[in-house]
């Protein structure tokens, strides 16, 4: 028997409990304060309202007008959810639709009883309970407590009415005899980072009777509600890709590679500061762009003006793509991102645009600024190979930038070893040459291609990027410190070359 599902009011989450809650059954959800539990308990009231379904939200410890305060501060209106406060001071006859109540005085069963009636005389499809530490305070005993709450789950049943009870968690610990009694337990949480935002997370603890996505799923509060981001699993879906070959739109760089950058391939361009990684990344951007494809660059560390003014200098028409949709930028802010957040935002990014251009180029400039922006998430390589696999299955071609620490010689390191998770990687390097400094470029692996196995000059002009004839008489390769000393004639004039 299949049983019927309702939203929660978020869709990521509605994915996450693989079709939402159940309905007809009581839910538990805790958390601290602050975590968002009223906010949650809104949106799951509004999106039945918008459903044409009753709800009602019981509170015990905020005031009616404190709740409307709340859902104004996020754009919504509570229009059609009834209120039913069980502490209010405005109404000591107790003869209107609120009654009052002191702990001290009051039984819990008087309290649960008022609810019940409302229930009976609305027949609502939709209730929460705010919070259950009052309601605690109200039983005056663990006991008293429990067989409350178990009569309060006895009356709901069979009422074609679902549950969310909220717990702050004022006792501390878990209260496993409530998560016992409950249908679903869905556990808000919160971290404090050395810098940014504190970090929220959501977790599906129990869901009888149905599977979901287990651990953290990240969470941002913001206006507008409550935002959901899943954590990544992985993609069952098939494998798009055929194998096409895309071009650099330099025919020396897709001789050096071998032919090209196979779709649904992952490439890591690697180098120290300046040597010309983002400018390669944006070389293939731009070119997609020109074949009437999408691409999306994803910004950790350069501003807009910076980026469009350096590919100006290079030539590349960065601002024309950009302005007519076929570039994406994302500036994402360091220290504010959470990494699941950033693996939604990609999947979102590559989907067909409104004019049918398909996605084929990503770029992520950097990994350092990946791995800086979020300094206290563990696993991200691990969640970065999520994200490639998605891509990769879905034909687009994903290049990161990683900058090496130091400039050249046995210092330089980078700061995480990806190197096994793409397909090719391109090497720059700077190299000495009759007392002056030139870029060398060389690929150094390529998966799906018989590359060279030749290092060329590269060179940053007004006139784009320039690729060289493959060089010898190279002299400390290996060692790390690179220099010519072959004839000076074969190499680029360094008057057609620009710094980065």
């Given at each position: ?62 005031t ?33 639709q ?27 499809q ?32 069979g ?181 699941n ?27 350092n ?5 979020m300094?206290?998430e ?86 784009g990027?320039?690729i060289?004839?493959?060089l ?19 190499l ?9």
């Open positions: 028997m299949a049983f019927e599902r309702i939203s929660t009011g978020i869709e990521t989450l509605d994915e996450i409990l693989h079709g939402g809650l159940t309905r007809d059954r009581l839910y538990l959800v805790e958390g601290t304060p602050g975590t968002g539990k009223t906010t949650f308990g809104l949106q799951f009231l509004l999106a039945g309202r918008d459903r044409g379904e009753k709800g009602i939200y019981v509170t015990l410890s905020e009616k007008e404190e709740l409307i305060g709340i859902a104004q501060s996020h754009g919504w209106s509570l229009d059609g959810i009834y209120i039913h406060e069980l502490l209010n001071p405005d109404d000591a006859a107790g003869r209107a609120y009654t009052m109540f002191e702990p001290s005085e009051v039984e819990l069963g008087s309290t649960v009883g008022e609810v019940q009636k409302q229930v009976e005389a609305m027949k609502p939709r209730i929460v309970f705010d919070s259950l530490s009052e309601m605690r305070l109200l039983s005056q005993g663990a006991l008293r407590y429990r067989r409350q709450i178990l009569a309060l789950k006895q009356f709901f049943v009422r074609g009415c679902t549950t969310l009870l909220l717990d702050d968690k004022a006792t501390g610990g878990e209260d496993q005899q409530l998560q016992s009694l409950a249908h679903g337990v869905i556990r808000l949480e919160q971290r404090l980072t050395d810098y940014g935002n504190e970090r929220r997370n959501l977790r599906v603890i129990k869901h009888r009777g149905s599977d979901f996505i287990g651990g953290a799923h990240d969470v941002q509060l913001m206006r507008g509600g409550m935002q959901v981001f899943p954590r990544a699993t992985v993609d069952t879906s098939p494998w798009f890709a055929d194998g096409r070959v895309i071009s650099s739109g330099l025919d020396s760089l897709d001789q050096l590679l071998g032919g090209g950058i196979t779709e649904g391939s992952s490439t890591l361009l690697l180098g120290p500061a300046g040597v010309g990684k983002s400018s390669m990344g944006v070389q293939f951007a731009v070119e997609a762009a020109k074949r009437g494809e999408r691409a999306v660059l994803f910004e950790f560390e350069e501003s807009d003006n910076a980026l469009l003014t350096r590919s100006e200098g290079l030539g590349l028409p960065l601002r024309k793509y950009i302005d007519d949709g076929s570039i994406a930028v994302r500036h994402l802010p360091a220290g504010e991102i959470a990494p957040e950033f693996a939604m935002k990609v999947r979102s990014e590559v989907a067909e645009d409104a004019q049918g251009r398909k996605t084929t180029v990503v770029l992520i400039d950097s990994l600024g990946y791995l800086s922006s300094p206290h563990n696993f991200l390589v691990v969640q970065l190979h999520d994200i490639l696999n998605y891509l990769g299955k879905r034909g687009i071609a994903t290049f990161l930038v990683v900058a090496q620490h130091g400039m050249m010689g046995h210092g330089m390191g980078t700061p995480v070893d990806t190197s096994y998770l793409a397909d090719a990687v391109i090497l720059f390097r700077y190299f000495e040459a009759a007392g002056e400094i030139h870029r060398a470029i060389s690929v150094v692996k390529n998966r799906t291609a018989n590359h060279e196995r030749t290092i060329r000059e590269f060179g940053l002009s007004d006139q990027l320039v060289g004839q493959p010898t008489n190279f002299r400390g390769v290996l060692a790390g410190t690179p220099e010519f000393i072959g004839p000076r004639d074969v680029l004039d360094p008057r057609e070359a620009s710094p980065e």
